[in-house]
């Protein structure tokens, strides 16, 4: 079986700190994603982990534990744009992709 | 590069029709996908392709199909449509497979009345 497990919404304010979380249960991996997704549009790559640790780009950073099966999204230094819907998917064998239910984060001023 | 283009961009059909749903990139990608996406529910893959002449089944096949003739193009089809295919779709086309970024279309509005 497979299992995707995200928070369905978060809310932040500009210029705060929000991490997104993922969980997940698939009986292969060969690397997490994260795609960001803004309403109404296709979503856009934002990162890869597929070794454990931490990926820093700018002002956001991704985090795993294959271990733990576990991975976080970080985002800093909140702006509006950055709400959108976030969405964790594994590699679970071959190229496919499985997805989450995304989470819909919300930024206010 | 135009990437990933998708037609068309919104579409009605009657319970019964068929459509082919269209996908063409020009990155010169060896695998493309098709998703399906349902409100709060995520993308689902109905179908993916790692070559020309090569398809295979996602999660989600039922009652569609797809073909693979070239590198560029991968369309869809949906044989005698029903309300539960009301969705938006995306198609996404990567050049390396495991561990490379997906690029996906701008996706199709399709409504089953």
């Known amino acids: 079986g497979q299992n995707i497990d995200q928070p369905t919404e978060m809310t932040a304010t500009e210029g705060a700190i929000v991490q997104i979380n993922c969980t997940y249960q698939?009986?292969?991996?060969?690397?997490l994603f994260w795609y960001q997704q803004h309403a109404g549009e296709a979503p856009t790559f934002l990162s890869y982990?597929?070794?454990?640790g931490l990926e820093e780009k700018g002002r956001f950073s991704s985090f795993l534990s294959r271990s733990k099966g576990y991975s976080y999204l970080l985002l800093k230094e909140l702006q509006m744009k950055d709400s959108a819907s976030y969405l964790c998917a594994v590699n679970q064998a071959g190229t496919a992709l499985i997805f989450g239910k995304g989470t819909t984060l919300s930024v206010s001023s | 590069n135009a990437g990933v283009t998708q037609t068309p961009k919104f579409r009605i059909l009657k319970i019964g029709q068929s459509m082919t749903l269209q996908c063409a990139q020009d990155?010169?990608?060896?695998?493309m996908y098709w998703y399906r996406q349902d409100p709060g529910m995520g993308l689902k893959l109905i179908y993916y392709s790692v070559g020309a002449g090569i398809t295979d089944k996602g999660e989600v096949p039922n009652g569609y199909n797809v073909s693979r003739s070239t590198t560029e193009d991968f369309p869809l089809r949906l044989e005698l449509a029903a309300p539960s295919q009301t969705s938006v779709y995306f198609c996404?086309?990567?050049?390396?497979?495991?561990?490379?970024?997906?690029?996906f279309g701008p996706g199709t509005r399709l409504t089953v009345t």
């Open positions: 698939t009986s292969g991996f060969n690397g």
């Open positions: 990155m010169n990608h060896n695998y």
């Open positions: 982990n597929v070794l454990d």
């Open positions: 996404a086309s990567t050049g390396q497979g495991v561990g490379y970024e997906q690029y």
